[in-house]
Nanobody, 121 residues
Framework: QVRLVESGGGLVQPGGSLRLSCAAS????????MGWFRQAPGNEREKVAL???????NYADSVKGRFTVSRDNNGNTVYLQMNSLKPEDTAAYYC???????????????WGQGTQVTVSS
C-alpha cells in the first residue's frame, strides 16, 4: 500500500506565506516525479509545480517567482513553499507522485487526500 499524506494548509492573509509538505510511505520502489496540483470550487484540477528525481522543477505560470517546490534527500517528501499568496491561490491542494511499487513494473499516479489553502483578509 502507498500513502501520500499532506500537511501545512490553512488560512493566511494576502501577501503571506505557507509551506505544504507531503510524505510518501509504503511499499515504494522508486519515485519519478512528485508535486502539487490544486482545485478551486467550480474549476478543474490544475498543475501547480512538479519536481523530478533529478531536481528539475516546473511551475504553472501563475505561481512562477512566488512558489518553490523541493524534495528531501531520500526523495519521498515534497514541499511547496508559497510566498506572496493571493486570494486566487485559494484552493484544495493535492500532492501527486508518479512511482513504482516494489515488485511492480509500471509507473502509476498516486494522490494525497488534499489540504485546503485559503487566502483571505
Amino acid at each position: 500500500q502507498v500513502r501520500l499524506v499532506e500537511s501545512g494548509g490553512g488560512l493566511v492573509q494576502p501577501g503571506g506565506s505557507l509551506r505544504l509538505s507531503c510524505a510518501a510511505s509504503g511499499s515504494i520502489r522508486s519515485i519519478a516525479v512528485m508535486g502539487w496540483f490544486r482545485q478551486a470550487p467550480g474549476n478543474e484540477r490544475e498543475k501547480v509545480a512538479l519536481i523530478g528525481s533529478g531536481g528539475n522543477a516546473n511551475y504553472a505560470d501563475s505561481v512562477k517567482g512566488r512558489f518553490t517546490v523541493s524534495r528531501d534527500n531520500n526523495g519521498n517528501t515534497v514541499y511547496l513553499q508559497m510566498n506572496s499568496l493571493k486570494p486566487e491561490d485559494t484552493a484544495a491542494y493535492y500532492c501527486n507522485a508518479v512511482l513504482q511499487v516494489r515488485g511492480g513494473s509500471s509507473w502509476d499516479n498516486y494522490w494525497g487526500q488534499g489540504t485546503q489553502v485559503t487566502v483571505s483578509s
